[in-house]
């Protein structure tokens, strides 16, 4: 029972105005995504609680106009890397499913997307050990995670030595759509 998350977050989602004003009227669903740097595996990815993290990402990277997305989540079954018990099963999955992978040239880099470079972007290896986390729990009869959470220190120090960065965040990934409660226009 301690992997259900009891709360309902609000996630935000950084996509073009086209997509996320169908998305709100109920004529179409966000797509997860399939790309192999992830940082969370597959799945509808949310910033939490930070309408102006997703607005930055959707002004990066969308050439249409960029849009934000709001939504209530329910986590439900959620593989929560800001608790230490999900941090050891992420370790032991990358030790016992794809250690291997690391020698054929799986790894993070570095990566741009949009007109974001650095950072580790290109997020492989991450997105290759919590792929092999969900199907390892799907071809053995575990209960498979609804929703991936982790935090990310991202972008420039706010200042020299500083813990803090420009761009952290807690994301949310949806693997469950079912977990999305419903979609809102955001007041800005």
């Known amino acids: 029972m301690r992997d259900f998350q009891p709360n309902i977050i609000l996630g935000f989602h950084g996509c073009t105005k086209e997509i996320g004003e169908k998305v709100i009227a109920g004529k179409e669903e966000l797509i997860p995504s399939h790309n192999p740097y992830d940082w969370l595996g597959e799945g509808i990815y949310f910033w939490e609680n930070d309408y102006d993290r997703a607005w930055e990402f959707a002004k990066e990277t969308e050439k249409n106009e960029p849009f934000v997305v709001g939504a209530v989540i329910y986590l439900g079954h959620c593989l929560d890397l800001t608790q230490q018990k999900n941090i050891r099963i992420v370790k032991a999955a990358y030790t016992n499913l794809i250690a291997e992978s690391v020698k054929k040239g799986v790894k993070n880099t570095p990566g741009k997307y949009g007109g974001i470079t650095g950072d580790l972007l290109n997020r492989k290896l991450d997105c290759a050990v919590i792929n092999a986390i969900h199907e390892f729990n799907a071809g053995h009869g575990i209960q498979e995670y609804d929703s991936v959470k982790a935090a990310f220190w991202e972008g420039e120090e706010l200042y020299k030595t500083a813990g803090f960065r ?6 949310i990934c949806v693997r469950n ?10 007041k800005i």
């Open 177 to 186: 759509p079912q977990c999305i409660i419903g979609y809102f226009l955001p």
């Open 166 to 171: 420009e761009k952290n965040h807690i994301q």
